[in-house]
């Protein structure tokens, strides 16, 4: 029997290396021969229970040759070398011994672990419920990744020897322990590109303009803490320093190489690499997935070959990484301006915006922790950037600007987590298919805008129209507390701008008090008054000072007549005193729009040393609604973030069943009738009934669950009569739903009055709906398969919700789910 292709997969490790993991194969014989040699008598000892120095060739015959159905045998692989396995063999019905080998050199990196993970899948997809394992008692380092997996387990000691049992079943720890590996492995391996200890820039020219000297500039002018190694195949020096022919030829360990060569050269520069050890590649070289199929072809195997090498890739394509943190200063990029230190991790899938945007960051004033553009987002991913500044403590909020997603459901699952700690500000375009991960099809926008608007503040994340935006919220996220509610009170000396701004923050759903106005003759100690009485306030959760030079004569903060004969403006300098002494230490957010400046002006900056802004700095905006506007997003951030986050009920259904009636479907490659979709439907107890829509009885409802490219199972929700189709009138959620969720979702309509008793009508049983959203978002949580699934009509009543029409469409899905499976890249 062969294997499914899904049995192949990278791997990260838990020191952040990579590795391949595949079934063994019969020309694995003289790999398994090496491998062997290389353990010692110890790791031999723990696996046989007696010293063994070598293999028979009957023995290797034995392990390499497997039916990859009662016999399996997992490998891993790190560039040539075999440095692990993992095998089961079935020993009776729904049962197998299972036993694992890791090299000595490559023991606690996490190996035993991710391979447990993948035959274990492998043994659940043929039919077993339970591993058997027996262990020495000194073999701590393996009864200990029996232990941590979190499957149930038993175990008793009989003839000195530990006898385990596990049942293969996942629960919800064994999901919660693979999920907190996977956020770990993949934060580190993140966290060694950013931290290398040296660099190589593979391709440094010796023309002044050139990709690679430009990087190679940067980085020494940047001042990069560790050495830096040109590469060119001829040139002694690059930019004054000292050049090699070849990584290989660089005397001393390499941690990150930046390749800036041709992109029918790269494959072999990557090889290269791999020979050498270095960790991580940022492939700035364009040429690949963007160019069309040929492009495509050459980024996967640039892909595939890194990986199974033990590195990640950023790129290519891209506009490199960079790493404001003092005990490296790495940039490694193409831009020439570099905003300094700061609390902002910025995502940046566009390398080709990325100049910009890193300029524009810089003309705010905001700071950054790390900059990474992944250009064609080959390996690395905004979701591998959101696991690393998960632990960053440099970094408080998160910005990310997206054109597609590559694993839908993974990045709300981080998003969500992320979101609780730290914001998440994102400009998703949607637009292009150049980032498109390995082995994925593009994943552009297929929902109404408002639609993806909803998801993303579902998730917690702060969608903005645009960059402008994107900078307006994160200078206010990175420097000011969030507001602990919405009402706002508006400080000015200039009262045209001060009702803009309370008509805007009215439009924008904050509670604006009257603004105090100071007149045009106001200076510092009006403005310190009007402040310390705003943040004393306890009926107040935010604070605008709008200051702005005003034409009174010779008045201080007017105008007065310079000796040239013209007129200057005459400012109160204190002013720019008093409101950022009232924003040290404010719980409440304080912002500005002071004399039409944008972003961090220093007038208003707390200055680190060397001069770069600091937490209670306060933000300006060139004008008030702009102003509001930042806010307003922040303010709906916060309250989402007290919001209780609910819970996703507990399944009484039957999935099992449900899911080898959708495989059954899928097999027979035939539509499914009314009568399979309702034994769908009942498996998750929701019944169908037989009636016909008579059309007066109750109101009728709408519930559609789609799979979508770009954010995995979505549940929709709306009434089902003409002019709320007409209108679109619906409210989308993520699947799976919390009881919250499913209250907020069944509310969000423009309709929704129409279910509590408008003018009078018997109020619907609104809790029945509820469930049976929570059940409908569990299947469609469960059955990636199922591409649509449509309730229409679901007729509300007094007593209960009626499912009238049920439509199904299922769809095998490309690749395996890897949120259900074991880790993999």
């Known amino acids: 029997m062969t294997y499914p292709d899904h049995w192949e997969a990278d791997v990260v490790l838990a020191d952040g290396g990579t590795a391949h993991v595949r079934p063994v194969e019969p020309g694995d014989a003289e790999l398994l021969r090496a491998f062997y040699a290389r353990l010692s008598p110890q790791t031999i000892y723990y696996r046989f229970f007696s010293p063994h120095p070598r293999l028979t060739e009957r023995e290797i015959e034995h392990f390499t040759t497997v039916d990859h159905q009662d016999r399996v045998a997992m490998v891993a692989t790190i560039g ?24 000595d050199a490559h023991q606690g990196r996490g190996l035993g672990s991710v391979l447990l993970e993948h035959v274990a899948a492998a043994a659940r997809e043929r039919g077993l419920r339970r591993f058997v394992a027996s262990v020495l008692p000194d073999n701590r380092k393996m009864t200990k990744v029996f232990r941590d997996v979190g499957y149930q387990a038993e175990q008793h000691f009989e003839d000195g020897v530990i006898e385990l049992t596990l049942d293969l079943a996942p629960t919800s720890t064994s999901r919660e322990v693979q999920a907190a590996r996977e956020h770990r492995a993949e934060s580190r391996s993140i966290q060694r590109l950013l931290f290398p200890g040296s660099v190589a820039v593979i391709g440094a020219s010796r023309e002044a303009q050139s990709v690679g000297q430009t990087v190679l500039r940067h980085l020494l002018v940047g001042d990069f803490t560790g050495p830096v190694y040109p590469v060119h195949p001829t040139a002694a020096a690059v930019a004054g320093v000292r050049a090699y022919a070849t990584v290989l030829d660089i005397p001393d360990h390499v941690d990150l190489a930046v390749v800036a060569v041709r992109a029918d050269s790269v494959l072999e520069v990557v090889a290269q690499c791999a020979g050498k050890g270095v960790h991580g590649l940022v492939v700035v070289s364009a040429g690949f997935g963007e160019t069309g199929v040929e492009g495509r072809a050459r980024q996967e195997e640039l892909v595939r070959l890194a990986r199974a090498s033990g590195m990640r890739v950023v790129g290519p394509n891209c506009l490199g990484i960079a790493n404001t943190d003092p005990a490296v200063q790495l940039n490694a990029t193409l831009a020439p301006t570099l905003p300094g230190r700061g609390p902002i991790g910025f995502f940046s899938q566009s390398g080709a915006l990325g100049i910009a945007i890193l300029q524009r960051t810089a003309e705010r004033g905001i700071g950054l922790s790390s900059f990474v553009s992944a250009g064609n987002r080959a390996d690395v991913s905004g979701n591998d950037l959101m696991q690393y500044w998960e632990e960053d403590p440099a970094t408080r909020a998160v910005l990310l600007y997206l054109e597609s997603i590559g694993n839908p459901r993974k990045f709300t699952r981080l998003a969500r987590r992320l979101s609780r700690t730290k914001p998440i500000v994102a400009v998703k375009t949607g637009r292009s298919t150049q980032g498109v991960p390995l082995g994925h099809a593009a ?26 935006e994107l900078f ?27 009702l803009l701004a309370e008509d805007a923050a009215t439009a924008l759903g904050l509670e604006p008090s009257a603004p105090a106005d100071l007149g045009p003759r106001a200076g510092a100690a009006e403005y310190e008054a009007a402040l310390t009485a705003a943040v004393a306030d306890d009926a107040v959760d935010a604070i605008l000072a709008i200051y702005t030079p005003s034409v009174v004569g010779a008045a201080a903060g007017g105008w007065v007549q310079a000796p040239s004969g013209g007129w200057k403006e005459a400012l109160d300098p204190g002013v720019a005193a008093a409101i950022t002494a009232a924003a040290w230490g404010s719980p409440k957010p304080i912002l500005a729009t002071y004399l039409g400046s944008k972003g961090m002006p220093k007038d208003l900056r707390i200055a680190a040393p060397d001069g770069s802004a600091v937490q209670g700095s306060v933000p300006s905006y060139p004008a008030p609604e702009d102003a509001v506007r930042a806010l307003a997003y922040v303010t709906r951030y916060a309250a989402w973030r007290r919001r209780p986050q609910g819970q996703v009920p507990k399944g009484d259904g039957e999935p099992g069943r449900a899911r080898a009636l959708v495989e059954e479907l899928l097999d027979a490659a035939v539509a499914p009738t009314l009568a399979q979709a309702a034994e769908l439907l009942g498996y998750y107890g929701i019944t169908v009934a037989v009636s016909e829509y008579p059309g007066d ?42 009881d919250i969720e499913a209250a907020d979702l069944v509310r969000a309509v423009r309709t929704a009055p129409l279910l509590f008793g408008h003018r009078g009508a018997r109020p619907v049983d609104v809790p029945a709906l ?23 009509p679901v007729v509300a009543g007094p007593y209960g919700a009626e499912v009238r029409g049920v439509s199904l469409r299922l769809e095998r899905p490309v690749g395996p789910r890897p949120e259900l499976g074991p880790r993999r890249l």
């Open 80 to 103: 040539d070398q075999m440095v692990a396995v993992a095998r089961y063999d079935r020993i009776r019905d729904g049962e197998a011994e299972v036993a694992f080998l890791v090299e």
């Open 443 to 468: 994943r552009a926008l297929t929902l109404p805008d408002h639609a993806v608007s909803a998801l993303f503040a579902q998730a917690g994340v702060i969608r903005v129209d645009d960059l402008t």
């Open 472 to 498: 307006d919220v994160a200078q206010l996220l990175a420097y000011q507390p969030l507001p602990p509610g919405n009402r706002i009170s508006i400080i000015d000396n200039s009262n045209s701008l001060g």
């Open 697 to 738: 009885g109750g109101v009728p409802t709408r519930i559609v669950t789609v799979e979508d490219p770009s954010f995995g199972a979505v549940v929709s929700f709306g009434l089902a009569d003409t002019a709320a189709i007409l209108l679109d009138d619906r409210a989308y959620r993520l699947a799976p739903l919390t």
């Open 770 to 792: 509820e469930r049976l959203l929570l059940r409908v978002s569990r299947l469609a949580d469960d059955l990636p398969e199922v591409a649509m699934l449509e309730l229409d």
